[in-house]
């Protein structure tokens, strides 16, 4: 599985080609997907919390307007 990851990697334009040994491109790469997920998975979860931030204000202030 690990082999065929690699040859994936080496033909993929994802992976950086140039003078950088192995470890270096590998790091490189993991940097760059690494940076698209965590951007992904933030704007995704952003939008959630500020549906779940309104929610939350519309009960406090249905709660004091109530008393």
């Known amino acids: ?3 065929q990851i690699l040859e994936t ?3 993929s334009s994802i992976a950086q080609k140039g003078d950088k040994d192995e470890r270096s491109r ?3 790469t ?3 997907v690494s940076k698209e997920h ?3 998975f933030l704007e995704r979860n952003n939008s959630d919390m500020d549906i779940v931030l ?3 204000s519309y009960q406090f202030f249905s709660m004091c307007s109530s008393d």
């Open 30 to 32: 993991y940097d760059q």
């Open 38 to 40: 965590d951007g992904e």
């Open 26 to 28: 590998f790091w490189a």
């Open 54 to 56: 309104i929610f939350v």
């Open 1 to 3: 599985l690990l082999q």
């Open 9 to 11: 990697l080496q033909d």
